[in-house]
Each structure stands twice: as C-alpha cells, then as structure tokens.
C-alpha cells in the first residue's frame, strides 16, 4: 500500500504526559498536512510543510504543539503536557508539488485517534 | 474554524434514490472540494470544481458551484448502501490548506 501512513493509530494518555505521532506521506508529495477532527465535527487544519518547510501554522497549534518534517519525507507531530481538551483525531494528508496538472486534492491517512484520561 | 456549512446534517434514504446534499462557505474560493468519510476508508477525495466552473461531472457524482450565492450542491444518482458515509465539502482559499464544513452524515438503506 502506498497511501498515508500514520501511526499509531491510537493513543491513550494520561494528561499531562506528552505524545508524538508520526505520519509518512506518499513518496511523491512535497507536501504534508496535519489536520484534527473532533466527533462530529468537520477535520481543522492545523499546520502544512511544503518539503521540510513548516510554511502556515493555525492558532489551534498552541505551544503546547510541534510539528517537524526534518527530511522533508515522514513528519512527527507532538503534544506536551497533554489536556483532555487534546482528544481528537489527529489526520495527516499529502499532496503533490504544484503544478500538479489541477490536482489539488489531498490524500488523508487513516489518523490517530488521541484519548486522553 | 469552520468555513463551510453543509445541509442537511443528515439524510437518510432507500437505495436507488438520489442525495443532494449542499454546502455554503463564507470567502472567495479558489476551488472547492468533496471529501467522503467513512470508518472504514477514512477521508477519500471524491470531486474537485475550480471558482471558474458551473458544474462538474463524475461517475454518479454532479457537482454545482455558484459563487454568487458562495454555495455549492453534490447530487449522488442511484445511491447504494455503499454511500454510507459523511460527506464534507472543503474550500481552499489562497493557501493550499482545506477549510472543511461540519458534515452531511448520510444513510443509505438498502
């Protein structure tokens, strides 16, 4: 399989302790999102790399959160000093370098689910 | 936040009906996009339309954009139980990051 890869794909965590999820995009993309979900609600972007350059970040990526994609290829997402508020599904996608002959779409993995206790 | 809307927040319908669900977004596009979710695939691109276009076609799937009324619709033809699912539409707005709404949750029957 050559889709997104993401693992774990769940966590439980006390609060206060902190987690890093790791998410390996399709070879190809230059690009890597990290996006949350919270039930029933739609994903929320979070933050984007075009190759190992961390280009947006949301205000939903308190300081509590880092994202990294040092080599340009897999990226880790961490959390410090986790809260229950934390508890989401946390989404990783790729996309490929523009132009990409009107592609835009991008290409979701199957997440990390994150409970925090 | 969430730039789009969709409505309804879910249907419910026999196979072989078709669905049309919408979805309303608050700034200039540049394009909008379809994404389905379900528990076993997670979230799959199903359909992209550019600001510049009317309608789109694929498969089963018709997708109308005005950006007059900042609104667009996703009819899916002679639906199967397959289609459970929910569906999100997501904007892009200058940056290729994806702005998502709250979801159509759809069902299916056979």
């Known amino acids: 399989d050559t889709g997104v890869s993401q693992d774990p794909r769940h966590k439980i965590t006390k609060r206060g302790q902190n987690v890093t999820f790791r998410c390996d995009p399709i070879?190809?993309?230059?690009?890597l999102y990290w996006y949350r979900q919270t039930l029933g609600q739609g994903p929320e972007f979070l933050t984007y790399?075009?190759?190992?350059?961390?280009?947006?970040k949301s205000r939903l990526l308190s300081d509590r959160f880092s994202a990294e994609r040092p080599k340009g290829s897999f990226s880790t997402l961490e959390i410090q000093r986790t809260e229950q508020g934390d508890s989401a599904m946390y989404l990783c996608a790729s996309s490929p370098p523009p132009p990409s002959g009107g592609r835009d779409e991008q290409y979701f993995g199957p997440g990390t689910r994150l409970t925090v206790t | 936040s969430q730039q789009g809307e969709e409505d309804p927040q879910a249907l419910s319908i026999q196979e072989g009906e078709n669905a049309t669900m919408n979805c309303s977004y608050k700034t200039s596009i540049n394009n909008l996009q379809w994404y389905r979710q379900n528990s076993g695939r997670g979230l799959v691109h199903l359909i992209l339309?550019?600001?510049?276009?009317r309608e789109k076609h694929s498969g089963r799937l018709r997708v109308t954009l005005d950006t007059s009324k900042k609104s667009s619709s996703l009819l899916i033809t002679a639906s199967r139980a397959a289609d459970t699912a929910s569906y999100f539409c997501?904007?892009?707005?200058?940056?290729?990051?994806?702005?998502f709404g709250t979801g159509t949750r759809l069902q299916v029957f056979p």
């Open positions: 339309i550019r600001s510049n276009e």
């Open positions: 997501a904007t892009a707005v200058g940056t290729p990051k994806l702005i």
């Open positions: 790399f075009q190759n190992e350059a961390q280009l947006e």
């Open positions: 070879s190809e993309h230059n690009r």
